[in-house]
């Protein structure tokens, strides 16, 4: 379903170190910024950071903000792309694990796709969750008492996953569709709070 609402004013964090899946980030971030979204890229260290393409070296990206500097109550959502280096390293930073706490208590959408849920499992998030990822994961998102399901996109509340390139359109269908669904709430929100004779 095409997102006629756009998504400006958004802002959204996509958590990468050195080794992600190159297109699992670009995909997302081409989405994102092409429906009025600000995407910022937050890593372990300022400066680059290294994409793959599967275990090929691909492009470097420049990082926006380390997580000493980002803060998560200035974003609406975050992203979590897969590669298997970039998904080990980040799921044991201590500050990645936080962030993405802070935005599950936030009930703010975390949208992860391939080996990008190690972080979620390593941050204690995943009990009694729904998700897909990668194939191999299937066996750690259970041990931490997730559901894991093989399907291209699934949805559960806040959470949105996808198990591997592949699957990036219907990804970011979804992560534009439930973005789009925040920005109709505050819409309607600021639009009854102006309306004369409501009372919060």
Known sequence: MENTQGLEGLRVAILVTDGFEQSEFTGPRDALQQAGASVTVVSTHLGTVQGVKHV???????????????????????????????????????????????????????AVICHGAWLLVSAGLVQGRTLTSWPTLQD?????????????????????????????????????????????????????????????
């Open 56 to 110: 090929d070296k691909a492009d470097t990206f420049d990082v926006d903000l380390s997580f000493d500097d980002a803060d998560p109550e200035d974003f609406d959502a975050v992203v979590l792309p897969g590669g298997v280096v970039n998904a080990d390293q980040i799921r044991i930073a201590p500050q990645a694990q936080q962030f993405v706490r802070s935005m599950q208590d936030a009930g703010k959408t975390i």
């Open 140 to 200: 750690d998102i259970r041990n931490a008492g997730g559901h894991w399901v093989n399907q291209q996109v699934a949805v559960d509340g806040n959470w949105i996953s996808s198990r591997r390139p592949g699957d990036i359109p219907a990804f970011n269908e979804k992560l534009i569709e439930k973005l789009g669904e925040r920005v109709s709430v505050s819409v309607r929100g600021t639009a009854d709070e102006q309306r004369p004779g409501l009372s919060s």
